[in-house]
């Protein structure tokens, strides 16, 4: 039976090199930090310069979340192996539950084994026939999927578009035979992460206040880090109160193991906790995650030291690009898009790079427009300067190298 199936799949697997969008991995042997040994299959391990993760803050490694996780693979074991409503709900979960909540500044909040499962529980359990659901065009996979499996009117607006986003909601008021929506939500990323750019959630409040839409933002590209006492985007935007429902992740600033929530009004946690199938049918995190996440939002709340050295980096990388004659998107997250456009040329300068040490990975389509190619530079706390100006200086070598002839 798979015999037909296996050449079936090695020819699509063909075609996939063909296209020159075959996702090769590389073996990290070293902690997730700002230097890495890092090896392409079949090659020899080599230390180089990561700017490529989403250890914004550089907890990854950090002595104090690995000796939480310790102490609670001591006291509390290694795993629930239950679900939650059954027998996996530890103290220290409820404990992260209200320390989130804290930090956000929001009613409650309810955990999952992944961003991607906050997803894709949240919209089937709150939204169905005769609802609407409004998403931004570039929100990630995780919400586009969550929102297919609900059975409410589906809407998409152009990235940031409010004209856009107005003429949708607008849809919405007769899309039940005449009839307005039951439930209307708006639904976005709070950074969109091919170009580090902000969702412009001021204007997309005021838009949910003019049309009684909810707001939902996904958070995972921000949270710990953006906004003044790092809360993420909408406290950015100065519309914590305004955003009813947030989701994120544990797994990128706030150490990067694993692990997401969502968080917001009350009645929303309650029901998500009776109804969102990643919650019911799916075990309960780790209690040495849970631990070192608490650990995390302890040392995010006590040290502003390493969100001021995330952007002093960011802004030192942009300045000095902008010396040397680069093309960067502009923004102020710490996501920095360098463009080339063509597709070829962006591998290549890449590959240069990280002959000389410096690794960071080069975007075409389909994942960016055609001929938007770039390489994405993704700073982090944990770099020095020094680090930031050896980027710098591979970007200028690896440009003089690859120049078309
Ligand atoms: C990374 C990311 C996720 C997935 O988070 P996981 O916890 O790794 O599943 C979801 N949404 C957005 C916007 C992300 O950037």
């Known amino acids: 039976m798979f015999a037909d199936v296996k050449d079936q799949l090695a ?10 969008t075959f996702k090769n991995e590389r073996t990290i042997s070293t902690p997730q930090s700002a230097h890495v040994e890092a090896a392409a299959f079949g090659e020899p391990a080599a230390d180089v310069l990561n700017f490529c993760a989403n250890n914004y803050l550089g907890l990854a490694d950090a002595p104090r979340l690995i000796d939480a996780a310790k102490r609670a693979l001591d006291e509390r074991g290694f795993g629930m192996a239950s679900v939650r409503f059954i027998c996996g ?7 992260l539950e209200t320390k989130v909540s804290e930090f956000l500044g929001t009613e409650a909040t309810i955990l ?25 065009e570039l929100n990630h996979a995780s919400l586009i999927d969550g929102i297919r499996l609900s ?22 008021r007769t899309q039940n035979e005449g009839a307005p929506a039951r439930r209307t939500i708006i639904v976005t990323d709070g950074v969109f992460s091919m170009d580090g750019y902000l969702a ?40 914590p109160d305004r955003v009813d429902i947030y989701t994120g992740t544990f797994g990128k600033a706030l150490g990067g193991a694993s692990g997401g929530y969502v968080s917001g009004r009350r009645e929303v946690v309650d029901m998500l906790r009776q109804k969102a199938r990643p919650y019911l049918f799916s075990n309960s995190l780790a209690p040495s995650i849970v631990a070192a996440t608490l650990t995390a939002l302890d040392l995010v709340e006590t040290s502003a030291g390493l969100r001021e050295k ?10 000095r690009m902008d ?31 990280l002959a000389q040490g410096v690794y960071v990975t080069a975007f075409s389509y389909p994942v960016v427009p055609q001929d938007r190619a770039r390489i ?22 690896a440009r003089g190298a690859t120049e078309v002839c």
């Open 11 to 20: 020819t699509e697997l063909e075609e996939i090199r063909a296209a020159g």
């Open 89 to 95: 709900t530890g103290d220290l979960h409820l404990e």
């Open 112 to 136: 999952f084994s992944s961003c991607f499962d906050a997803n894709g529980g949240v919209f089937e359990s709150l939204f169905g026939r005769g609802d609407a659901i409004i998403s931004d």
């Open 151 to 172: 059975k409410a009117a589906r809407y998409r607006y152009r990235n940031a578009d409010m004209e856009d986003l107005r003429a949708q909601l607008e849809a919405t």
């Open 200 to 239: 412009p959630l001021d204007r997309i409040c005021d838009l949910a206040d003019e049309y009684g839409a909810m707001v939902l933002v996904d958070d995972s590209h921000a949270v710990g880090f953006m906004g003044a006492t790092g809360a993420g985007t909408p406290e950015h935007f100065g519309v």
């Open 310 to 319: 995330l952007f002093e980096n960011a802004a030192l990388f942009r300045r």
């Open 323 to 353: 010396e040397e004659g680069f093309d960067l998107l502009p923004g102020e997250h710490a996501i920095i898009p360098v463009m080339f456009g063509d597709a070829r040329r962006a591998a290549k300068v890449a590959d240069a790079m």
């Open 376 to 397: 994405r530079v993704q700073l982090s706390a944990a770099h020095s300067s020094e680090d930031v100006e050896a980027c710098v200086q591979a970007f200028v070598t």
